[in-house]
């Protein structure tokens, strides 16, 4: 452990932890001044207004998001931040293209049906199929080659949480063209059921064929399931106009608070600035981007100068290939040693509860003080387990990582959706979580002593 204050104070923490009581007595003062100006705060909303319903969804290679890209910018700018600057990065183009899908037998149905990211397209005029339903990738084996084998699988596995259901969406059409399929219909990750898909990445096992892949609403799923289940032939029509197109060029948004004594070493803070092509990108991560950005916007106005400097970071590609993770990380090179913490935001919105970290024991001791400030706002608990996809370069390399947690009621019922828009940000809760990120960042960024890496992390949403 690295501690940056006087030994008198080592010999506090070696005593039973006085140090980190005292940090939340010292920092209390500063804390209630941060989470005033958040509960007042109505600029961070409207600027999220502003990004959905100005520029809307922002999928990496669209023109939305390099618009997105540039705003961001000028509004770091805005805000009085230091060193704002976009750090260049390729990122994939994958275009969604037309598309459809009906139920053709043993009745005419379309289909509520989001084509997964990056899948190929169907060849031109669609695929005609014969269907087969199953609930597990051990129900697909058991089916086997002979009863896949020029087939569409629908895979109406039961949502039982976001981590083991997305799987099938993830891997699930290679499993299927591993057997011969000619086409995937995915089940939604979401336990709610509103006949919306939802759609996401998923990736192709170099060694099967490409099949197209789409995400159907529950009810569907369902639907051809029992038919199949009571002995009922389903035939399907599929058409995606799916395709990828060569990189674009794209970049992560960063502006900071140059530290006061330390600005060699840094706290980002931050989410990603992509989104899918559907809905709003609200949740998922415009309000988390927003609410980081505007943690050190009310420093700023606060004149809130941390001993160590402050980093809000919009990184790109997170939904469809981790560039801006990597880019970043490839940016920071050997000036990760000055990154003392890593926070980001990539859960949506709803009212918070605290953070995930993956620290060690004496850290999470110093963490539980400084979440003891956020009561007032219901942030206070601190649990194992911070980090997130974009985050995960520089925790792989020692930092580290945070990540805001909030209530999840209702994340998943929006989650890379149509639905997913500003009207399911509550600003209320909004403001909460402003308040979260401003405390934690700041006291991070200006106390005597660093955190120490230790832990888990997690993937991003």
Known sequence: MRWRFPVIALTLVAAGGCYAADLADQYRPVADK??????????????????????????????????????????????????????????????????????????????????????????????????????????????????????????????????????????????????????????????????????????????????????????????????????????????????????????????????????????????????????????????????CLQALALMNKLGLQPRRTIRVAFWVNEENGGRGADSYRAFVGDRIKGHVAAIEMDGGAEAPLGFGAGADQNSMEMLRQIGTLLARVGAAEITGGGGGADIMPLVRDGVPGLSERTVGTHYFDWHHSDADTLDKVNPEDFRKNVAALAVMGYVLADMPGRLTAGGGGRRGQ
């Open 34 to 291: 941060l989470i005033d100006a958040a509960l007042a705060d109505t600029e961070g909303y409207n600027r999220l207004a502003y990004l959905c319903y100005r520029i809307g969804s922002r999928l990496s290679g669209s023109a939305a998001l390099e618009k997105a890209i540039a705003w961001s910018a000028e509004q770091m700018k805005a805000a009085g931040l230091s060193n704002v600057q976009v750090i260049p990065t390729k990122v994939p183009h994958w275009e969604r293209g037309s598309e459809s899908g009906r139920i053709v037998a043993p009745l005419d149905k379309p289909l509520h049906m989001l084509g997964l990211g990056m899948s190929v397209g169907t060849p031109p005029g669609g695929i005609t199929a014969d269907v087969v339903a199953v609930a597990s990738f051990d129900e697909l084996a058991k089916l086997g080659r002979e009863k896949v084998q020029g087939k569409i699988v629908v895979y109406n596995e039961p949502y039982t949480g976001y981590g083991p259901t997305r799987m099938y969406r993830s891997s699930g059409p290679s499993r299927a063209a591993a057997l011969g399929a000619v086409a995937a219909l995915v089940r939604s990750a979401t336990p709610l059921a509103m006949q919306t898909p939802h759609t996401g990445e998923m990736a192709y096992d170099e060694n099967q064929p490409r099949i197209p892949a789409a995400a159907v609403s529950p009810e569907d799923a369902m639907m051809m399931a029992r038919l199949c289940a009571d002995g009922v032939s389903v035939k399907v029509h599929i058409e995606m106009g799916a395709h990828m197109e060569p990189d674009a060029d794209s970049g992560n948004v960063i502006g900071e608070i140059p530290g006061r004594e330390q600005p060699e070493e840094v706290v980002v803070i931050g989410g990603h600035i992509d989104s899918w092509d559907v809905g709003q990108g609200a949740q998922d991560d415009g309000a988390s981007i927003m609410a």
